[in-house]
C-alpha cells in the first residue's frame, strides 16, 4: 500500500516493518548456464557431435565512432555512438568492446577486414556514418555485420533532424537488439516518474518523464499539487496519475503528444494507482470503501464503474496479464499483505505468494511469464520475481527500502526505486535490473526519484 | 543641400516605419518554458495545457525515413586469406597459361568469302612449327569440299574455343610427343565441377541423403569435439523457451580440419521462422565458426579431405 500517504509512508513502512539493516538475500536461480539434457539425435550415419552445457554469456560487439560520410570525426556521431554502446551494454546481452583495443585501419572499402574484429572475439560490428544533409537535417546510415559469419546483417539509413539524434541512436541500438536477439529491444522508451524535492517536511513532488536512460528529463507539473502513481498507456503515449489537490485526489490523463490533460474522475479520500489494461481502454484502480479498499475498474471517462474485489479486507495495486484476462494484485485478506489472482472480470482470487515476508506491488511482465513484486520481512526490503502461479519466486534486489517495479517493453528489465536514508532524509534513485538479477544500473534524474512507470516503445 | 537632406531625412524614417510595422518582433526566451505545467485549474472541465508543444514527444521524434541499404557483398574471408582470385577469362580466346612455348594467336575462323583458302586445290603446306589451329581450319590431306565455317561471332554453347592438343599428330619426334602429353595434362579451362547435392545413398546401401561422416567418429572423438566448440558456445538464458530449445548444424570442415561452414540442418530449418529460436541458431553458428573453435580436433585419418559432420547445440 504505498503511496497512500506518499510524503512519509514509505520510510514508516520500512521502519515499523523493515526491522533492522537489511540483510542481503542471495539471489535464486541466477545460473550463469542453462544446463540441457537432451541427448545426441542419432542420424543414419552416427550420433551428432553433442555441445551442451552453454554460458550465458553477452554478445561481444563492437561499436566505432561514426564518421561522417568522408570518414572524418563527427561529433554528434561520437555522441550516438556512446548512446548506442551505453544502449548495448544496458540491457546485459550485450558487451561493448573497449574502443582502444580496435586495429587501426579494420575496414577496407567500407567492409570489415574480419580478422581484425574477431581477434578481439568481437561477435557483431556496428558501422555507420552521420551527413548533415542541409535544413536542419541529419542522414544516418549504419550497418550491423557477423564477424563470426562475415557477413551483413542488416543495413539502414534514417533522415531525421538533428534534435533527433538520440532517439536514432535508440532506434539503432533497438535494431540490432532484434537482429541479434530475436525480440524487440526496449531503448527507444520513456519513463514516468514522481521528482521528490525540497525538505522532507513539504516535499515538492512533481510529476516527471524522461528517456529510458535519464536523458531529456522533463518535469510536466509544477509541484503546486502533489502528483502521484504515474503509469503508461501501454498502447500510447498517453499518462494516468493522480493528482491531489485540497487533498482530495483525483485521477488524471495526460497526453504526451498533444499535451492534453483529461480528468478522469475523483473516487473517494484514498484512491491509489490507477493502472491501464493491455488495450488502454480501462483503468483498474483501488478506492476507499469503509474500513477497506476496494479494486474498482473505470473507463478513461471516469465513467462504468465496476467494482471487482469485495471491500472486507484491503485490495490495492492491481495489474493485468497481458492477454487482459487476469489480474493480480495485493490484499491483506488471509491476515497480512499477499499476492492473489482473479479473472479479468473478479471472482474468487487465488492467492499465489508463499514465501516468507509480505508481498506487495505486484506488476506483470509484458512477456506474461513473470510478475515482479515486492517483499519485506526479517531480511528487509527486496524485489523479486516469481511466475504467475507462484513458482519459481527468485530475489534480484534487496536493500533498505526498494519498491515500485515496472518492466521495459520487452520484459527484460525491471526498473524501481531505491530509497536509502541520509542525512537529509532519505536519497531515492532510480534503479534496473535484468530480470536475470543481473547488470543493476542507476539511471540518473536531477532531484530524488520513485514511482517510475516504463512506456510502450514510441515508434 | 537643403532639398536633399528633406529627401534623405524622410527616407529614413519611412524605413525605420516600415521595419517597425513589417519586422516580426522575437519573443524573449522564457526559462520558465522548459518546464510544462499541466494546469489543473478547473479540474471539473479538461482543459489543454498551456505549453502543450514542450512536452515534445513523437510529434519531434517519430519522423523517421528509414531506408534499407543495399548490402555490400564483403568478399569472403578465409581463416587463410586465399590468393585474389584470377580475373575472368576473357570470352575468346582462352588463353593457354605457361605453355612451353608461346603459342601463335590463333586465327578467327575465316569467313565463307575466305574459305578458297581450303580450296580443292591447296598448295601444299609448307614446313612449319607446331602451331595450334582451329579445327575448322585442319588442313585435310585430300581435297574436300568447302567446308562452311560457322559464323564467327555467334558461338554456339557447344563452340570449341580451345586450340587443338594434338598439333603434330603424325609427328614421329619424342619431342613433339612429349609436347603433346604437356599439352594434354595441362588444365588449361576454370573447373566445372560444382557442389553436387546430396542425391541419396545406393538404393538399400546404407547411405542417407545427409550424409555425414559422423559414424566414422568414436565416441570419444565426438566428446572431444564438443568439448572444444564448448567454450565458444554461448545462449541468451532469459529468451523465451531457449531452454527447451535445439538445433541441428551441418558443418563442414576442409582438409585442416577448420570449419569451413555451418549451416542448419533440414530437419531444424522450420524452426527458422521464430526470431528468437533464429537467434539461438545464429549463435550455434557462431559458435562453431569462432576461430577459437573452428579448428576441430578431427582425428588425423579424417584430415586431409572436406568432411560434413552434423552437430546438435543444447542449451
Same mark, same amino acid.
Given at each position: 500500500?504505498?503511496?497512500?500517504?506518499p510524503?512519509s509512508?514509505?520510510?514508516s513502512?520500512?521502519?515499523?516493518?523493515?526491522?533492522?539493516?537489511?540483510?542481503?538475500?542471495?539471489?535464486?536461480?541466477?545460473?550463469?548456464?542453462?544446463?540441457?539434457?537432451?541427448?545426441?539425435?542419432?542420424?543414419?550415419?552416427?550420433?551428432?557431435?553433442?555441445v551442451?552445457?552453454?554460458?550465458?554469456a553477452?554478445?561481444?560487439?563492437?561499436?566505432?565512432?561514426?564518421?561522417?560520410?568522408?570518414?572524418?570525426?563527427?561529433?554528434?556521431?561520437?555522441?550516438?555512438?556512446?548512446?548506442?554502446?551505453?544502449?548495448?551494454?544496458?540491457?546485459?546481452?550485450?558487451?561493448?568492446?573497449?574502443?582502444?583495443?580496435?586495429?587501426?585501419?579494420?575496414?577496407?572499402?567500407?567492409?570489415?577486414?574480419?580478422?581484425?574484429?574477431s581477434?578481439l572475439?568481437?561477435?557483431?560490428?556496428?558501422?555507420?556514418?552521420?551527413?548533415?544533409?542541409?535544413?536542419?537535417?541529419?542522414?544516418?546510415?549504419f550497418?550491423?555485420?557477423?564477424?563470426?559469419?562475415?557477413?551483413?546483417?542488416?543495413?539502414?539509413?534514417?533522415?531525421?533532424?538533428?534534435?533527433?539524434?538520440?532517439?536514432?541512436?535508440?532506434?539503432?541500438?533497438?535494431?540490432?537488439?532484434?537482429?541479434?536477439?530475436?525480440?524487440?529491444?526496449?531503448?527507444?522508451?520513456?519513463?514516468?516518474?514522481?521528482?521528490?524535492?525540497? &525538505?522532507?517536511? /513539504? *516535499?515538492?513532488?512533481?510529476?516527471? $518523464?524522461?528517456?529510458? +536512460?535519464?536523458?531529456? %528529463? @522533463?518535469? =510536466?507539473t509544477?509541484?503546486?499539487?502533489?502528483?502521484?502513481?504515474?503509469?503508461?498507456?501501454?498502447?500510447?503515449?498517453?499518462?494516468?496519475?493522480?493528482?491531489?489537490q485540497?487533498?482530495?485526489p483525483?485521477?488524471?490523463?495526460?497526453?504526451?503528444?498533444?499535451?492534453?490533460?483529461q480528468?478522469?474522475?475523483?473516487?473517494?479520500?484514498?484512491?491509489?494507482?490507477?493502472?491501464?489494461?493491455?488495450?488502454?481502454?480501462?483503468?483498474?484502480?483501488?478506492?476507499?470503501?469503509?474500513?477497506?479498499?476496494?479494486?474498482?475498474?473505470?473507463?478513461?471517462?471516469?465513467?462504468?464503474?465496476?467494482?471487482?474485489?469485495?471491500?472486507?479486507?484491503?485490495?490495492?495495486? &492491481?495489474?493485468? /496479464? *497481458?492477454?487482459?484476462?487476469?489480474? $493480480?494484485?495485493?490484499? +491483506?485478506?488471509?491476515? %497480512? @499483505?499477499? =499476492?492473489?489472482?482473479?479473472?479479468?472480470?473478479?471472482?474468487?482470487?487465488?492467492?499465489?505468494?508463499?514465501?516468507?515476508?509480505?508481498?506487495?506491488?505486484?506488476?506483470?511482465?509484458?512477456?506474461?511469464?513473470?510478475?515482479?513484486?515486492?517483499?519485506?520481512?526479517?531480511?528487509?526490503?527486496?524485489?523479486?520475481?516469481?511466475?504467475?502461479?507462484?513458482?519459481?519466486?527468485?530475489?534480484?534486489?534487496?536493500?533498505?527500502?526498494?519498491?515500485?517495479?515496472?518492466?521495459?517493453?520487452?520484459?527484460?528489465?525491471?526498473?524501481?526505486?531505491?530509497?536509502?536514508?541520509?542525512?537529509?532524509?532519505?536519497?531515492?534513485?532510480?534503479?534496473?535490473?535484468?530480470?536475470?538479477?543481473?547488470?543493476?544500473?542507476?539511471?540518473?534524474?536531477?532531484?530524488?526519484?520513485? +514511482?517510475?512507470?516504463?512506456?510502450?516503445? =514510441?515508434? | 543641400?537643403?532639398?536633399?537632406?528633406?529627401?534623405?531625412?524622410?527616407?529614413?524614417?519611412?524605413?525605420?516605419?516600415?521595419?517597425?510595422?513589417?519586422?516580426?518582433?522575437?519573443?524573449?526566451?522564457?526559462?520558465?518554458?522548459?518546464?510544462?505545467?499541466?494546469?489543473?485549474?478547473?479540474?471539473?472541465?479538461?482543459?489543454q495545457?498551456?505549453?502543450?508543444?514542450?512536452?515534445?514527444?513523437?510529434?519531434?521524434?517519430?519522423?523517421?525515413?528509414?531506408?534499407?541499404?543495399?548490402?555490400?557483398?564483403?568478399?569472403?574471408?578465409?581463416?587463410?586469406?586465399?590468393?585474389?582470385?584470377?580475373p575472368?577469362?576473357?570470352?575468346?580466346?582462352?588463353?593457354?597459361?605457361?605453355?612451353?612455348?608461346?603459342?601463335?594467336?590463333?586465327?578467327?575462323?575465316?569467313?565463307?568469302?575466305e574459305?578458297?583458302?581450303?580450296?580443292?586445290?591447296?598448295?601444299?603446306?609448307?614446313?612449319?612449327?607446331?602451331?595450334?589451329?582451329?579445327?575448322?581450319?585442319?588442313?585435310?590431306?585430300?581435297?574436300?569440299?568447302?567446308?562452311?565455317?560457322?559464323?564467327?561471332?555467334?558461338?554456339?554453347?557447344?563452340?570449341?574455343?580451345?586450340?587443338?592438343?594434338?598439333?603434330?599428330?603424325?609427328?614421329?619426334?619424342?619431342?613433339?610427343?612429349?609436347?603433346?602429353?604437356?599439352?594434354?595434362?595441362?588444365?588449361?579451362?576454370?573447373?566445372?565441377?560444382?557442389?553436387?547435392?546430396?542425391?541419396?545413398?545406393?538404393?538399400?546401401?546404407?547411405?542417407?541423403?545427409?550424409?555425414?561422416?559422423?559414424?566414422?567418429?568414436?565416441?570419444?572423438?565426438?566428446?572431444?569435439?564438443?568439448?572444444?566448440?564448448?567454450?565458444?558456445?554461448?545462449?541468451?538464458?532469459?529468451?523465451?523457451?531457449?531452454?527447451?530449445?535445439?538445433?541441428?548444424?551441418?558443418?563442414?570442415?576442409?582438409?585442416?580440419?577448420?570449419?569451413?561452414?555451418?549451416?542448419?540442418?533440414?530437419?531444424?530449418?522450420?524452426?527458422?521462422?521464430?526470431?528468437?529460436?533464429?537467434?539461438?541458431?545464429?549463435?550455434?553458428?557462431?559458435?562453431?565458426?569462432?576461430?577459437?573453435?573452428?579448428t576441430?580436433?578431427?582425428?588425423?585419418?579424417?584430415?586431409?579431405?572436406?568432411?560434413?559432420?552434423?552437430?546438435?547445440?543444447?542449451?
Amino acid at each position: 500500500m504505498p503511496l497512500i500517504r506518499p510524503s512519509s509512508f514509505n520510510l514508516s513502512r520500512r521502519l515499523i516493518l523493515g526491522g533492522g539493516a537489511a540483510a542481503l538475500v542471495p539471489g535464486l536461480g541466477h545460473a550463469q548456464s542453462a544446463l540441457g539434457g537432451a541427448a545426441p539425435a542419432p542420424t543414419d550415419n552416427g550420433p551428432a557431435i553433442a555441445v551442451s552445457g552453454a554460458q550465458n554469456a553477452p554478445i561481444p560487439i563492437a561499436v566505432p565512432v561514426f564518421t561522417d560520410p568522408s570518414g572524418a570525426p563527427s561529433d554528434i556521431g561520437g555522441q550516438m555512438t556512446q548512446v548506442m554502446s551505453d544502449d548495448l551494454g544496458h540491457s546485459g546481452v550485450f558487451r561493448p568492446i573497449d574502443p582502444a583495443s580496435f586495429v587501426p585501419n579494420s575496414m577496407a572499402n567500407g567492409v570489415p577486414v574480419w580478422a581484425n574484429w574477431s581477434i578481439l572475439g568481437a561477435q557483431a560490428l556496428i558501422t555507420g556514418d552521420v551527413a548533415d544533409q542541409g535544413g536542419g537535417q541529419l542522414r544516418v546510415e549504419f550497418r550491423l555485420w557477423s564477424i563470426t559469419q562475415q557477413k551483413q546483417v542488416q543495413g539502414t539509413a534514417y533522415t531525421t533532424t538533428h534534435a533527433n539524434w538520440r532517439r536514432i541512436s535508440h532506434i539503432i541500438g533497438d535494431v540490432v537488439y532484434e537482429q541479434m536477439i530475436g525480440e524487440k529491444g526496449y531503448f527507444d522508451s520513456r519513463v514516468a516518474y514522481i521528482s521528490d524535492a525540497g &525538505p522532507v517536511t /513539504s *516535499p515538492v513532488r512533481r510529476l516527471a $518523464v524522461m528517456d529510458y +536512460d535519464g536523458a531529456n %528529463n @522533463q518535469f =510536466l507539473t509544477d509541484g503546486s499539487s502533489m502528483a502521484l502513481s504515474p503509469q503508461f498507456n501501454p498502447t500510447r503515449q498517453q499518462l494516468a496519475f493522480v493528482s491531489f489537490q485540497n487533498n482530495s485526489p483525483r485521477v488524471y490523463l495526460f497526453d504526451l503528444q498533444s499535451g492534453r490533460q483529461q480528468l478522469v474522475g475523483s473516487f473517494g479520500d484514498l484512491t491509489i494507482g490507477p493502472k491501464f489494461s493491455p488495450d488502454g481502454n480501462t483503468l483498474l484502480m483501488s478506492v476507499s470503501r469503509g474500513g477497506g479498499a476496494a479494486i474498482v475498474q473505470v473507463s478513461p471517462g471516469g465513467g462504468g464503474m465496476t467494482e471487482l474485489t469485495d471491500s472486507n479486507s484491503i485490495n490495492v495495486t &492491481p495489474s493485468f /496479464s *497481458p492477454d487482459g484476462s487476469q489480474i $493480480v494484485f495485493n490484499s +491483506d485478506r488471509d491476515g %497480512n @499483505q499477499q =499476492l492473489f489472482i482473479m479473472g479479468a472480470g473478479g471472482g474468487s482470487p487465488k492467492r499465489i505468494s508463499f514465501g516468507d515476508g509480505q508481498y506487495a506491488e505486484p506488476a506483470w511482465s509484458p512477456r506474461g511469464d513473470l510478475i515482479a513484486f515486492t517483499r519485506w520481512g526479517s531480511g528487509g526490503f527486496s524485489i523479486g520475481v516469481m511466475q504467475p502461479d507462484g513458482s519459481g519466486e527468485r530475489i534480484l534486489s534487496t536493500g533498505f527500502l526498494v519498491e515500485g517495479s515496472t518492466f521495459c517493453p520487452n520484459g527484460r528489465v525491471i526498473m524501481f526505486y531505491r530509497q536509502t536514508p541520509s542525512s537529509y532524509g532519505h536519497d531515492s534513485r532510480l534503479v534496473t535490473i535484468g530480470i536475470d538479477g543481473f547488470n543493476e544500473r542507476l539511471t540518473d534524474t536531477p532531484t530524488n526519484a520513485s +514511482d517510475p512507470s516504463w512506456s510502450p516503445l =514510441l515508434a | 543641400m537643403r532639398r536633399g537632406a528633406t529627401v534623405s531625412g524622410t527616407i529614413h524614417v519611412l524605413i525605420v516605419l516600415a521595419a517597425i510595422i513589417a519586422l516580426p518582433v522575437p519573443k524573449l526566451d522564457n526559462a520558465a518554458d522548459d518546464t510544462v505545467s499541466v494546469d489543473f485549474v478547473g479540474a471539473s472541465a479538461p482543459q489543454q495545457a498551456n505549453n502543450p508543444g514542450k512536452v515534445a514527444a513523437p510529434a519531434n521524434t517519430p519522423t523517421v525515413n528509414a531506408a534499407h541499404l543495399a548490402e555490400k557483398q564483403p568478399k569472403p574471408q578465409p581463416i587463410v586469406a586465399p590468393p585474389p582470385p584470377p580475373p575472368p577469362p576473357p570470352p575468346a580466346p582462352i588463353q593457354q597459361p605457361t605453355l612451353p612455348t608461346p603459342p601463335a594467336p590463333a586465327p578467327p575462323p575465316p569467313p565463307p568469302t575466305e574459305t578458297p583458302a581450303v580450296a580443292p586445290t591447296p598448295p601444299p603446306p609448307p614446313p612449319q612449327p607446331p602451331q595450334k589451329t582451329t579445327s575448322t581450319v585442319v588442313q585435310p590431306k585430300l581435297p574436300l569440299p568447302p567446308i562452311p565455317a560457322p559464323p564467327a561471332p555467334a558461338q554456339s554453347p557447344t563452340h570449341q574455343p580451345n586450340l587443338t592438343k594434338n598439333s603434330a599428330a603424325m609427328s614421329q619426334s619424342v619431342l613433339a610427343t612429349l609436347e603433346k602429353l604437356r599439352a594434354l595434362q595441362k588444365q588449361d579451362q576454370p573447373p566445372t565441377a560444382q557442389y553436387n547435392p546430396d542425391q541419396g545413398g545406393a538404393p538399400n546401401g546404407g547411405g542417407s541423403k545427409n550424409s555425414t561422416s559422423n559414424s566414422r567418429l568414436s565416441g570419444a572423438d565426438r566428446g572431444a569435439i564438443g568439448a572444444h566448440v564448448r567454450p565458444c558456445w554461448s545462449i541468451d538464458a532469459e529468451a523465451p523457451g531457449v531452454a527447451t530449445f535445439q538445433v541441428h548444424l551441418l558443418v563442414t570442415t576442409d582438409a585442416s580440419g577448420t570449419v569451413r561452414a555451418a549451416q542448419v540442418a533440414a530437419q531444424d530449418q522450420g524452426q527458422l521462422g521464430d526470431p528468437i529460436f533464429n537467434a539461438y541458431a545464429s549463435r550455434a553458428v557462431d559458435a562453431v565458426m569462432d576461430y577459437r573453435c573452428a579448428t576441430l580436433p578431427l582425428p588425423p585419418t579424417m584430415l586431409g579431405q572436406a568432411q560434413t559432420f552434423i552437430f546438435l547445440f543444447t542449451p
